[in-house]
Each structure stands twice: as C-alpha cells, then as structure tokens.
C-alpha cells in the first residue's frame, strides 16, 4: 500500500472547519483514500473513503485532487469532541490470496486539538 | 450489539501468564482483523480472517501468539508466556465483506504485562 504523510499536529477553533491534509503521492490506479480518527481511549472510527471523486457524508467531506496524489479532509464545524489522532490511509479493495485481505496500514496520523 | 464488542477492557497479567483476548465482530461481517497499538502509535496489523479461515498472520510477533475465529465470528487471541513487551492496546476490526467496505473496530483491550 502506498505511503501517506500528514502533518503531526493541527489546532482548530470550534464552530470552523477543520481541513486537514494528506499527502500520498505513490498511490497506484485501484488505490483507496481512507480516513479514520481515533479519541482517546477509544478504537478507530470510520470516517470516509473515496477513489477519485470527492464525497461527502454525515460526518465530513473528503476532497482528492485530480492527480490524487494528495487529499483533504474537511470537518466543516469542528467541536470540542472532534478532538483526535486523524489518520489518512490507502489501501487496494483486495488484498490477494495472502495480501491480509485489505489490512490498514496506520501511520502515525495528525493530531487534531478543537479549541474554544 | 450493533458495534465490536471486546472483552476484557482491561487485562493486568503477570510475566509468563497465558493470556486470551475475545472479539465479537459485528453479526454478518465476513472479515476479522487483529491489530496491536503500542502507546503513542498507530495500530499495527497481526492478523486477518475470512470466515473461519485465517488467510494472513505475517503480523503475529511471534509464536506465542496464537489467534482462532472456529465458527467464523466470535475469534480468540492467545498470547502465552506473556512478556513485557506484549503490553500494548489490542484492537479488533470487522469488514461485511473483502474489497472496499470500512473496518469497523472495537475499543480494544489494553493489556499490561507486569
């Protein structure tokens, strides 16, 4: 899976939007963008993925330029409980017979800290 | 219940104990992954099962871990002769199905190995 670099820490105040980004300039054609955060204390929650198109849902906006090799993350009013380690990963649908079936590779994400 | 459930939480063991952890994945999910999180790191991939079958275990740090999913949902991991460098937060992940669907995960289990 391709490698993905994202700065280590973000402040952002609550009520603005969080844009945080990522960088993942290796990433092959059947590649995915994934985002997951992780609260303290807790397991990693799901955010978004996409391919190449920009997709939005419930929860945040995931922006990937066209040459995808980079994206952002948009959380568009970020409270105090959004406060979190943010992680952008990449990964193929399909891991092969013995690829660990689509296993997420984490690095060490951004630290994103919502303040009033 | 609707989420991963883990179970213990929390597991305090002395050096040398053998030690099982319990992941009951979301009902329906095909895929079960094992991830370890040391403090202050990103999860690190141990394990993955389809089904019942467990299809990669390149991450297992040793031979003394040792993970089962028999009827292809409730799955165990067993660390025995546990040492201190197996203390660490272990995560358990569920997918419906290989391809693009989202992992979802539990809140773990932090071990400490004393």
């Known amino acids: 899976d391709a490698k993905t670099t994202q700065p280590p820490s973000m402040d952002c105040a609550e009520g603005r939007a969080a844009n945080l980004p990522c960088n993942h300039s290796?990433?092959?054609?059947?590649?995915?963008v994934y985002w997951y955060r992780q609260i303290h204390s807790q397991g990693p929650q799901y955010i978004i993925h996409?391919?190449?198109n920009n997709e939005t849902n419930e929860m945040a906006s995931l922006i990937i330029t066209e040459d995808r090799k980079s994206s952002t993350l948009i959380l568009p009013h970020a409270t105090l409980r959004d406060t979190a380690v943010y992680y952008c990963i990449v990964r193929a649908p399909f891991g092969g017979v013995t690829g660990g079936g689509n296993k997420l590779t984490f690095g060490t994400g951004t630290q994103l800290k919502v303040e009033l | 219940g609707a989420g991963v459930s883990q179970s213990p939480r929390y597991k305090v063991a002395k050096r040398g104990q053998d030690v099982a952890l319990r992941c009951d994945p979301i009902s329906g999910h095909v895929s079960l992954f094992w991830y370890q999180q040391a403090l202050g790191q990103g999860p690190e991939f141990l394990t993955y099962f389809q089904n019942e079958a467990q299809l990669d275990k390149s991450g297992l740090p040793s031979d003394r871990f040792f993970a089962e999913r028999p009827e292809g949902s409730v799955s165990t991991l067993k660390i025995q002769r546990t040492q201190q460098e197996d203390s660490a937060v272990y995560l358990c992940?569920?997918?419906?199905?290989?391809?693009?669907?989202?992992?979802?995960f539990g809140d773990g289990t932090r071990l400490s190995i004393l």
């Open positions: 996409g391919l190449k």
């Open positions: 290796t990433i092959s054609g059947n590649e995915y």
């Open positions: 992940a569920s997918s419906l199905a290989e391809g693009v669907q989202p992992q979802h």
